[in-house]
C-alpha cells in the first residue's frame, strides 16, 4: 500500500520535493543570470564599427586628417607661391553657429567659436632675375624675336648710355631675300627672313635681346660690343677714301674727304650689309640683329666660302671664337683675326661692362688693328 501524506513518512517525503524543485529554480535562475550578464561584456568590449560611425558622424562635416605629423601635399600652385597653405581643418570645416548647440554636446550652451585664420601674407612680387642666355649648339632651333623680347623685358635693366635713346627706340627693317651672298643656301632660307631690328629698350636689353634670338652667350655679345663701340650706337668707323664702300648721303667730298664705312653698336660694314641699311645706323637693335645673324650663319657652318680666303686651319661649324674672329677680319683665325679674339676676351674676363670707367661712359683709346675684311663676303 502506498503510503499516505498524513503519515509522518509521508509529511517528510513531501518537504523534500519542495525543497528539490526549489534548489532547481535558484540553481537555473543563477545560470540565466550569469549567461546574460557575459553577453552584456561582450557586447559592451566589442561594439559595431559601422553602428559607432554612424552614431558619431555628420556626413555634412568634413572631417580634418586625424595624423599632423605629416605636412599636406601641395598642388603644383601652392608650391609655386611662397605663401603657406591654409590649415585643412580651418579651410574645410565650418565654423559652428552660435545659435545652435553642436548635436553631440551635453550641455545646452554652444562651444566657443573657432578662432579665425590669421590673414594671409601677400605674395611676393615676381622674381625679377633676368634670364642668362647661353650659346645654342650649331642648327638648334632658335626662340623668335618676339619670345626673347617678352623674357628680356620681364626683367628690365635701367639705360647706361643715355646718347643711344634715340637709336633705342628705333626699329629695324627685313633685309633682302639674298643677304648671305656667298654663304650656302639654307642661311637666306633659314636666318635671313629672321633679321628685323623690331625691339626696342635699353642699350643692355636689346644685346641681350639679340644674344637670346641667335642663341650667343649673352656675355660674349656684352663684351664684343664693348670692344667695337663701348655700347656706343652713334660711333663711326672704318673710314676710308673709297666713296663705293660709304652710304648714300655720306660719300666722300672735297672738305671731308673720308667717309665712315662701319656703323652701330657692333660696327657692321655697310659695304657687305647694305640691305640692313639706313636701320645699320639708325637702329641700335638693328645693328646687333643683323651682326649675330651673321656669327649664326658662321656658327652653323653657312660660311665655307672661309676656306677659300686666307685661313689658318679649316673653317668649321660650331667654333664659336672662329666666328667672332670672322666678324673682325673676314677671314678664319688669322694674326689679326686672333688678336680681336684676345681683346673680346679680355674684356670678357673682366666682365669690363660692370666695371665703373665702362660704366661712367669713359671711352678707351681708340686701337687700331688691321682689318683686312672687316664683316666682308665674296660678293
Avoid at 312 to 334: I, S
Amino acid at each position: 500500500m502506498r503510503p499516505g501524506t498524513g503519515s509522518s513518512r509521508g509529511r517528510h517525503a513531501w518537504l523534500a520535493g519542495r525543497i528539490t524543485v526549489l534548489v532547481a529554480i535558484v540553481v537555473a535562475g543563477t545560470l540565466a543570470v550569469v549567461h546574460y550578464a557575459n553577453i552584456g561584456q561582450a557586447l559592451a568590449s566589442n561594439p559595431d564599427p559601422a553602428a559607432a560611425i554612424t552614431a558619431t558622424v555628420d556626413p555634412t562635416i568634413t572631417l580634418a586628417p586625424v595624423s599632423h605629423s605629416a605636412a599636406p601635399a601641395l598642388t603644383p600652385a601652392a608650391a609655386m607661391s611662397s605663401t603657406p597653405p591654409a590649415s585643412a581643418s580651418v579651410s574645410q570645416s565650418p565654423s559652428p553657429s552660435p545659435s545652435s548647440p553642436s548635436p553631440h554636446s551635453s550641455s545646452s550652451t554652444p562651444p566657443p567659436a573657432a578662432p579665425s585664420p590669421p590673414p594671409a601674407e601677400p605674395s611676393p612680387p615676381p622674381s625679377t632675375t633676368p634670364i642668362h642666355f647661353r650659346t645654342l649648339p650649331p642648327g638648334a632651333v632658335l626662340p623668335t624675336g618676339a619670345e626673347c623680347a617678352h623674357w628680356v623685358t620681364d626683367s628690365p635693366e635701367r639705360e647706361i648710355r643715355p646718347g643711344n635713346q634715340r637709336a633705342n627706340h628705333t626699329i629695324g627693317r627685313h633685309v633682302g631675300a639674298h643677304f648671305f651672298a656667298g654663304d650656302t643656301p639654307p642661311a637666306n632660307q633659314r636666318i635671313a627672313p629672321r633679321i628685323n631690328g623690331d625691339f626696342t629698350g635699353s642699350t643692355e636689353e636689346i644685346l641681350r635681346w639679340a644674344a637670346c634670338k641667335w642663341g650667343i652667350n649673352q656675355q660674349v655679345v656684352f663684351a664684343q660690343a664693348a670692344a667695337e663701340s663701348w655700347w656706343r650706337q652713334g660711333l663711326l668707323g672704318d673710314r676710308g677714301t673709297d666713296g663705293s664702300a660709304c652710304p648714300p648721303g655720306r660719300k666722300p667730298t672735297r672738305k671731308h674727304p673720308q667717309c665712315a664705312q662701319s656703323y652701330g653698336i657692333l660696327q657692321n660694314r655697310y659695304s657687305s650689309e647694305k640691305s640692313a641699311w639706313p636701320g645699320l645706323g639708325d637702329s641700335t637693335a638693328m645693328s646687333a640683329d643683323t651682326a649675330y645673324a651673321i656669327w649664326r650663319a658662321c656658327y652653323d657652318g653657312d660660311e665655307t666660302w672661309l676656306n677659300t680666303a686666307q685661313h689658318v686651319g679649316r673653317y668649321h661649324r660650331g667654333d664659336l671664337w672662329g666666328c667672332v674672329g670672322r666678324w673682325f677680319t673676314g677671314r678664319w683665325h688669322t694674326p689679326p683675326a686672333q688678336q680681336y679674339i684676345a681683346k673680346v676676351q679680355a674684356y670678357l674676363h673682366e666682365r669690363i661692362w660692370l666695371t665703373k670707367r665702362f660704366r661712367d661712359h669713359a671711352a678707351p683709346a681708340p686701337v687700331i688693328l688691321p682689318n683686312p675684311g672687316g664683316s666682308l663676303r665674296p660678293a
